[in-house]
């Protein structure tokens, strides 16, 4: 119904993205809604600066040049956010109420439904 690999790729990519900028906790939620499913990644990080809010889902943006040497090329959050597109969901990036950076990963129903009838 879903491409299962592209999924879990994109989930891992924004994972991993969490476990390293988080000083202690990364918080990873899965729920269903009325209109789909949605997974949110947190973490206690000082969060998104506001340029990077603006552009860190496009193609090799990086953020600041430390990423760089930790081996990030700016693909992870392009490539998720692809993902969530294919399956007609989005991704948003935001910081949390408190501090850190979130991501919510939505997939909704309509997608399994019109992947299901091919």
Do not use: W
């Not at 949110?40 to 990423?67: M, P, V, W």
């Not at 997939?107 to 399994?112: A, E, N």
């Amino acid at each position: 119904m879903i491409d299962l690999e592209l999924v879990n790729r994109a989930i891992l990519n924004v994972l991993m993205n969490a476990i390293e900028h988080a000083k202690e906790k990364v918080i990873l939620n899965l729920q269903t809604t009325q209109i789909g499913i949605e997974i949110t990644i947190c973490d206690d990080s000082s969060g998104f600066d506001e340029k990077t809010l603006q552009h860190a889902t496009e193609f090799l943006y990086r953020g600041d040049n430390s990423r760089e040497r930790n081996g990030h090329f700016g693909i992870g959050l392009t490539f998720a956010k692809e993902v969530m597109m294919k399956h007609e969901g989005e991704l948003v990036i935001m910081n949390g109420n408190h501090s850190g950076a979130m991501v919510l990963l939505k997939i909704p129903f309509v997608s399994f439904e019109k992947k299901s009838k091919k």
